[in-house]
């Protein structure tokens, strides 16, 4: 059996252009062998190598002109954003070119253009753009909780992905676009420190019960000697907790242990902690929210 020619080191890492191949010696037999794959016209992957939105990104990046960049859902998946299932696990690439270029054409690809580009940013080495733009863009597709949800990533952790006001510039530059009205709301409704998609909907679900709105994963204070520790909802003037338990740290004995110490604590000091859980009704947290708060002195 003719044993296959290995790729070339400068081909072996990502995916390359026919052109590429082509300059590093590669036969257009090389190229048709079962140990690669096309997954775009002109562009050439190792076979296997193309698993998520990202390495199909990445393959695209190959031939894509500088004057295109990943954009709408694809760009929000691409800085993190947190999205309903079915658009985070759509295979189809959103792909915006800036005029005179024409809107992206290729199988699996979403085309779009823009008189202006926008502010374009490098995500591992992508021309992607930048994550302020990419929430206004997912206004035309997602519902309005979901949209806040998303919004709610860009205000935190340690190095947000953008400031309030590069927020409200975006909404205001948007005007006139398909959901820009939702997009107004969505900002009016977002918070920092949000830690997950299930957060943002159950805040959300009780300041609609009427209840007052909690603080968001704020530092809880105890008496001195006690460990600082941190709750998702926080109503620190009546003293009640309402923590998300999306059971993830359960598979992590260290942190499950953490986490329930940490309740502990708070229940020790006084707090009312009321879990939360994805099989929890809504009837049932209005109903044990609502008890919590009265009992603290909360009056509707």
């Not at 191949?21 to 037999?29: D, E, I, N, P, R």
């Not at 338990?245 to 992590?252: F, I, K, S």
Request: one cysteine or more; proline letters at 7%; glycine letters at 6%.
């Amino acid at each position: 059996m003719h044993k296959r020619a290995p790729l070339p080191p400068s081909l072996e890492l990502a995916p390359f252009t026919i052109a590429e191949a082509q300059a590093a010696g590669l036969s257009l037999k090389r190229t048709r062998s079962s140990d690669l794959e096309h997954p775009f016209y002109g562009v050439i992957a190792t076979t296997g190598s193309i698993e998520n939105l990202r390495d199909r990104c990445r393959a695209y990046s190959a031939r894509m002109p500088t004057s295109s960049f990943f954009s709408h859902v694809t760009a929000a998946v691409l800085h993190g954003l947190p999205l309903p299932l079915v658009n985070e696990n759509d295979p189809t690439l959103h792909v915006t070119a800036v005029r005179p270029a024409r809107a992206p054409r290729a199988a699996g690809v979403v085309g779009h253009s823009v008189e202006a580009c926008p502010r374009v940013v490098l995500v591992a080495g992508m021309r992607v753009v930048d994550p302020v733009e990419a929430w206004c863009e997912l206004a035309s597709v997602l519902l309005l909780d979901d949209l806040i949800a998303a919004g709610d990533r860009l205000l935190t952790g340690r190095h947000p992905l953008a400031s309030p006001a590069e927020i409200t510039s975006g909404v205001v530059q948007y005007a006139g676009h398909r959901g820009a009205q939702r997009l107004r709301e969505a900002e009016l409704l977002m918070r920092p420190r949000v830690e997950s998609r299930r957060e943002t909907f159950l805040r959300l679900f009780l300041v609609r019960c009427g209840f007052p709105e909690p603080d968001t994963n704020v530092e809880i204070p105890l008496p001195a000697g006690t460990k600082r520790v941190r709750g998702d909802l926080v109503y620190l003037r009546y003293k009640v907790l309402v923590e998300y338990d999306g059971e993830q740290h359960r598979t992590d004995d260290a942190q499950y242990n953490r986490d329930a110490e940490r309740l502990q604590d708070l229940r020790d000091a006084g707090w009312i902690v009321i879990t939360v859980r994805k099989g929890s009704t809504p009837e049932w947290v209005r109903t044990t929210v609502d008890a919590a708060l009265r009992l603290r002195g909360w009056r509707p």
